[in-house]
């Protein structure tokens, strides 16, 4: 049955914004999705998805369809002034069921998530453009011009900016869009290149020339680019220009730029957005902050915004979470961000290399107050390393739309404790029971002796306690409705 309240506005239909409509109504949720543009852009953009969006994709069933669709990346290298300094391989990361990087132009990611859409029932309003929002208590009204400069209006319960860096919604809502300066022109191009480079790589490259980053997109077609001062800075670049770069900043080799598929400049200003929450209005993706391309972490960091805020609105508004969760997407996302610009400034100066592996890959994201370390347990705010949406042979399956109590080696857990347990959950939590033998990549995190886990619905870490403790606590969330404190 859906739920009797005016649909979620969805402003942009990039990969964030259908992200967040795709969370909304596998869970029943009305939306309507609008797009200023008429299509989806015909070339590359974001090319890279990392393990962590893998995981967190598999949540609206589209991370199978990707994989067959795209190049694998399964290793890092780092170099300076031509030098190898080292390779860091995805293959060998623990706790994710997705050890590899996706590589695929973003157009092709776009098709993946608009056809998931069709199936949910959603349809994208292109050619629809937001002009004015007005809010009215528990109720959001939009302009819109439509495609033939016609006018009309829309009613929302809530509204979501997923509409980029000129985002629409973040200015007509007066929030400032800040960073720390200089920022930074980057030349980038998709271009075959002959010589050698391994296939299934991203490479980073430090020079006194300046920065270059490479990665592999198939049949030796590979992602450039290239740290350019203002005076460079062009709207196309011809292969000689990536050939010649290649050569001064590069790996050391004799390497040939072929026909270059696409190229343009990219400003790399690193900008947050000072609020991202205004009322009943959110910013996720582009539109609450942007980075540099360095490391692909973009559209990545945005589908983390998009996960964040999806899970937790849907519950407001199927009635199982508080609207007090709704506070939490800002403190949780900002404070990723503001955690994470030092990274993006390492990375564009070359400071931070091989420690880079689990920030590309985003499995060391966390709401806790520092990032998640390895073989460490775990603690509330960490990703816990788990399948969310199903079970995969030797991962924990968690459930898209509840918490989740796992009871970790349950056959050591008294059956008094249990029972205990089982009678004091809220109603709609899922228990589930796993060993160290059927999910060994829990190990590291809950360790070998029985524990009780509070899970949240995107597979974050709430609580861990004490078996004998555990229907106490329960008993205690239930009263005051779990997620208003669990979280």
């Known amino acids: 049955m859906r739920v009797l309240v005016p649909p979620v506005l969805i402003v942009g239909a990039g990969p964030v914004g259908m992200v967040v409509a795709a969370e909304l109504l596998q869970r029943d949720i009305p939306i309507r999705i609008i797009d200023a543009d008429r299509g989806h852009a015909d070339h590359s953009r974001a090319t890279s ?13 589209v991370t199978d369809e990707l994989i067959c669709l795209a190049h694998r990346l399964d290793r890092v290298r780092y170099h300076s002034a031509g030098r190898h300094l080292g390779t860091v391989r995805l293959d060998a990361l623990r706790g994710t069921p997705y050890p590899f990087g996706l590589a695929l132009p973003q157009s092709v990611t776009e098709d993946v998530l608009e056809r998931r859409l069709t199936e949910l029932d959603g349809k994208i309003e292109r050619g629809v453009r937001l002009t004015g929002l007005r809010p009215d208590g528990d109720r959001v009204f939009a302009e819109v011009e439509t495609g033939d400069g016609g006018g009309a209006g829309i009613e929302a319960s809530w509204v979501v900016g997923a509409d980029g860096a000129h985002s629409s919604v973040r200015s007509l ?3 400032g869009f800040t960073g720390p300066e200089p920022s930074l022109d980057f030349a980038i191009g998709d271009a075959r290149i002959s010589g050698g480079l391994p296939q299934h ?3 980073y490259c430090w020079s006194p020339a300046g920065a270059l980053t490479l990665a592999a997109l198939g049949d030796d ?8 001062t203002p005076d460079q800075k062009r709207t196309q670049y011809p292969a000689e220009y990536f050939e010649e770069v290649l050569h001064a900043r590069g790996p050391r080799g004799r390497f040939s730029v072929g026909t270059v598929r696409f190229s343009t400049t990219f400003n790399a200003a690193i900008r947050t957005a000072e609020q991202y929450r205004v009322g009943r209005c959110f910013l996720v993706g582009d539109a609450a902050h942007v980075m540099s391309p360095i490391g692909g972490q973009g559209m990545n960091t945005g589908i983390q915004d998009a996960v964040n805020l999806g899970w ?4 407001v508004l199927d009635g199982t ?3 007090s969760v709704l506070d939490t997407y800002e403190a949780e996302r900002g404070d990723i961000l503001r955690r994470d610009v030092g990274i993006r400034i390492g990375a564009l100066t070359g400071r931070l290399r091989k420690e880079t592996a689990l920030t590309l890959a985003q499995l060391s994201t966390t709401y806790a107050d520092q990032e998640t370390a390895v073989d460490r347990p775990l603690r509330p705010g960490d990703r816990v390393p788990a399948v969310i949406g199903r079970e995969k042979g030797g991962w924990l399956g968690l459930p898209v739309d509840r918490f989740t109590v796992l009871l970790w080696e349950p056959e050591r857990i008294a059956a008094s404790d249990r029972d205990a347990i089982e009678s004091a959950l809220p109603e709609g939590v899922c228990c589930l029971t796993a060993t160290a033998v059927q999910a060994p990549a829990l190990v590291g995190g809950l360790g070998r002796a029985p524990v009780v886990a509070l899970i949240r619905p995107d597979g974050h870490l709430t609580a861990v306690l004490d078996p004998a403790r555990a229907a106490a606590y329960f008993e205690k969330e239930k009263q005051e409705r779990l997620p208003r404190s669990a979280l």
């Open 49 to 61: 998805l990392w393990p962590r969006i893998l995981e967190l994709l598999d949540r609206i069933a």
């Open 173 to 175: 809502l007066d929030v």
């Open 201 to 203: 790589m991203a490479g």
């Open 221 to 228: 077609v590979f992602r450039i680019a290239v740290q350019v």
């Open 312 to 315: 937790k609105l849907a519950g």
């Open 321 to 323: 979470l508080p609207e």
